[in-house]
């Protein structure tokens, strides 16, 4: 018996491990952050806020994009071939308001064939979907880093500053960003864009006036070489986040004297939100002094490929309207689900109708 008891309790001992294991099992799969090379997850506690991407659970969840780091070996002979050629220098073209009145926005605006953007990690891939935009449509492209590496140089490429580096674990961006803006503007670059989602506290996270006083050191020594923009802001509604983080950094830019010529933003909701992208625009406009206005980022979240073309055949005529939104690019040039390729060879529907507007 008291075998049987002593075998019982070690059962009833081996048991609750177990069940325990289980639940730190679980508790530590709901705490995972997935990585990519390009992107990681994190889940908000509000999920009302505007702008989150919401997550298979119903959760928000905002998509961390940085700069793909460049191979430390000799890149494959098909990017040799393909490098970019230096481009003309760069040119702006004067403001030519319609209607008879001034529109208030900047005497300068970069001369690009077209308004559409191409969003990218892998040129190849954005050579892909350039190759098959309308004529004049497609006129620049950006993959949140200082290089084009091999797109094709029919296609302005922005070079982006971003921030400190990924996880703010280092300075690499801050370092190698005056040679490659220097070299980009000797290479005809035409604009230059400044942080990304400082806002936002898993991307370049800074307050607005440490981005201000960054911008100055960083971007100001551009200004006049080409078109420099503002920090790319979220739209989320959370407090310092989004708009309000906007407004502090263009109150902080008036004593430390930042030098910019556009303002930039990112936007995610759902489609019934329409209406709401072009307020948000308007609202940075004036948020900025009237300035042009350029969205890097933008699509809906939690819709289908169907309700995602519906939402792109609306959005882009309106976009190409707008006479102080300069650039626009939709998120993003990928084989993902509801991006512009259904793989490495074809586009998918969104991305057929993004290219054919």
């Known amino acids: 018996m008291a075998a049987l008891a002593g075998a019982i309790a070690f059962i009833n001992q081996v048991a609750a491990l177990n069940i325990n294991r289980r639940e730190d099992k679980l508790e530590n799969k709901q705490n995972v952050v997935w990585e990519t090379v390009y992107e990681n997850v994190y889940v908000n506690e509000d999920a009302s806020a505007a702008g989150a991407r919401p997550n298979d659970a119903g959760k928000v969840a905002d998509v961390v994009v940085v700069p793909a780091q460049a191979p430390k070996t000799e890149p494959p002979p098909v990017q040799k071939n393909q490098a970019p050629a230096p481009s003309s220098k760069a040119s702006f073209k004067p403001d030519t308001p319609t209607g008879g009145g001034s529109t208030g926005v900047s005497s300068k605006r970069p001369n690009f064939s077209g308004k559409r953007g191409l969003a990218y990690n892998d040129p190849l891939l954005a050579n892909l979907v350039g190759s098959s935009c309308k004529k004049g449509a497609c006129g620049w492209a950006y993959n949140w880093d200082q290089k084009p590496e091999a797109l094709d140089p029919r296609y302005d ?8 580096g990924p996880h703010d674990a280092n300075n690499d961006f801050f370092d190698s960003w005056h040679s490659s803006a220097s070299k980009a503007v000797a290479d005809g670059a035409k604009a230059l864009l400044s942080f990304n989602e400082p806002d936002n506290k898993s991307q370049a996270n800074m307050s607005p006036a440490e981005a201000a006083k960054h911008h100055v050191q960083y971007m100001n020594p551009f200004s006049g070489q080409a ?24 109150q902080e830019c008036k004593t430390q004297h930042c030098k910019y010529d556009m303002c930039t933003l990112h936007w995610y909701d759902h489609p019934s939100a329409f209406d709401k992208l072009f307020e948000t625009l308007e609202k940075v406009h004036k948020i900025c002094n009237d300035k042009p206005v350029w969205l890097t980022e933008f699509a809906p979240v939690e ?13 882009i005529p309106k976009l190409e309207s707008l006479d102080y939104l300069d650039a626009y690019a939709y998120f993003m040039v990928g084989t993902n689900s509801l991006q512009l390729l259904s793989s490495n060879s074809a586009l998918s529907d969104i991305g057929a109708k993004y290219v054919s507007l």
């Open 157 to 164: 490429f922005i070079p982006m500053l971003w921030g400190r």
């Open 303 to 315: 819709a289908t490929a169907e309700q995602t073309v519906e939402f792109l055949s609306q959005a």
């Open 227 to 250: 078109l420099i923009g503002a920090p790319a802001i979220t739209n989320s509604n959370l407090p310092g986040e989004g708009l309000g983080w906007l407004e502090s950094w263009v």
